[in-house]
T-cell receptor, first 113, second 115 residues
Framework: RKEVEQDPGPFNVPEGATVAFNCTYS??????FFWYRQDCRKEPKLLMS???SGNEDGRFTAQLNRASQYISLLIRDSKLSDSATYLC??????????????FGRGTQLTVWP | GAGVSQSPSNKVTEKGKDVELRCDPI?????LYWYRQSLGQGLEFLIY????????KSGLPSDRFSAERTGGSVSTLTIQRTQQEDSAVYLC?????????????FGPGTRLTVL
């Protein structure tokens, strides 16, 4: 079983739509959680960290459910520029990306006009 | 400031040849990571360097793979006797205590093709 599992999609949504991605992780000792974004043939970049209480950054909302070992990302009012692959990332260390990261395979999103 | 750089950007080699991939991390970043990404796959951890500590080599897939980091800065990933299954994008990332290691900054990657 992989450490981090994601629905690969693809998700195809119109501009303005709300879309949600889910992710599960297998190691209950995992401490830090992130969403990275990867554009086609580009390197991954940090989108946002995921905090226990849930957190929001503009149109993006991340949630963590430790009991279910489940992470989610909600994108509201989708823009064409949101088209990318979204990577769910887990770390054993609290509050940092120090040490190895475990990446999901990513969920592909295409936003159409 | 300058980000993480990697060279070459593309490398085509014949099966059985050795290759060296280079990573220049962001200046001052003490942590350096190597990952690889095969087509349609997620990122696979290879090796991690932190300061002067012994590297975490637990992700290296075989003894054909090795990496070193000289002077706490530049790193080289070496693949000996390359096989076709080694074809992938090799990504390097660095991070820093100063930003609380809260983000790994990735380079553009080296696309390796083994014929």
């Amino acid at each position: 079983r992989k450490e981090v599992e994601q629905d690969p999609g693809p998700f195809n949504v119109p501009e303005g739509a709300t879309v949600a991605f889910n992710c599960t992780y297998s190691n209950s000792a995992s401490q830090s959680f992130f969403w990275y974004r990867q554009d086609c043939r580009k390197e991954p970049k940090l989108l946002m960290s995921v905090y226990s209480s849930g957190n929001e950054d503009g149109r993006f909302t991340a949630q963590l459910n430790r009991a279910s070992q489940y992470i989610s990302l909600l994108i509201r009012d989708s823009k064409l520029s949101d088209s990318a692959t979204y990577l769910c990332v887990v770390n054993m260390f609290r509050g940092s990306t120090l040490g190895r990261l475990y990446f999901g395979r990513g969920t592909q999103l295409t936003v159409w006009p | 400031g300058a980000g993480v750089s990697q060279s070459p950007s593309n490398k085509v080699t014949e099966k059985g040849k050795d290759v060296e991939l280079r990573c220049d991390p962001i200046s001052g970043h003490t942590a350096l990571y190597w990952y690889r990404q095969s087509l349609g796959q997620g990122l696979e951890f290879l090796i991690y360097f932190q300061g002067n500590s012994a590297p975490d080599k637990s992700g290296l897939p075989s003894d054909r793979f090795s990496a070193e980091r000289t002077g706490g800065s530049v790193s080289t990933l070496t693949i000996q006797r390359t096989q076709q299954e080694d074809s992938a994008v090799y990504l390097c990332a660095s991070s820093s205590y100063e930003v609380g290691y809260n983000e790994q900054f990735f380079g553009p990657g080296t696309r390796l093709t083994v014929l």
